[in-house]
């Protein structure tokens, strides 16, 4: 009983961050709750520093905390094998992501966005750093931007 409390209140502090997959509804709520939106071009099932990205920065307590009060999280995700193939619909909203953003077919390419869509910094590939130093990296350019 004492093991099935101890899951259930880590996982009530611990949120994980919410991904969105369509544009269009994060620079709605982007607008509404005066966030910045953090796009992330990514290929989750072949894209080595994809995945490690995810797993050592976006997964990481201090990018979370802060992407739940300041940011908007997109992934446009391109997996390849067919297992994780997107529905039709969803690849076309990341093909027409990736015309407007990440027209060099860049992985991983990550983008921080205003609320109407324009570049405001760009991290081509890894960013370089721990988890902590990414997290500066977008206070400073949150900070920036107001």
């Known amino acids: 009983m004492r093991f099935l409390f101890l899951i ?16 269009e509804k994060a620079k709605q709520a982007a607008h509404t709750e005066h966030k910045l939106i953090l796009l992330n071009f990514s290929g989750s099932d072949w894209c080595g520093p994809c995945i490690r990205l995810h797993k050592e920065i976006f997964d990481a307590a201090v990018f979370e905390k802060f992407a ?7 992934n446009a995700d391109f997996p390849r094998l067919k297992k994780n193939q997107l529905s039709k619909e969803q690849q076309q909203k990341n093909d027409q992501l990736a ?48």
């Open 99 to 146: 015309d407007a953003y990440n027209r060099d077919g860049a992985f991983p390419l990550t983008l921080l966005l205003d609320a109407d869509g324009k570049v405001l910094k760009k991290w081509d590939g890894m960013p370089k750093g721990s988890a902590d130093e990414f997290t500066n990296q977008l206070k400073a350019a949150v900070d920036a931007s107001k």
């Open 8 to 23: 259930l209140f880590s996982g009530f502090f611990h949120s994980t961050a919410i991904w969105q997959t369509d544009i």
């Open 68 to 74: 739940d009060d300041k940011l908007v999280l997109v």
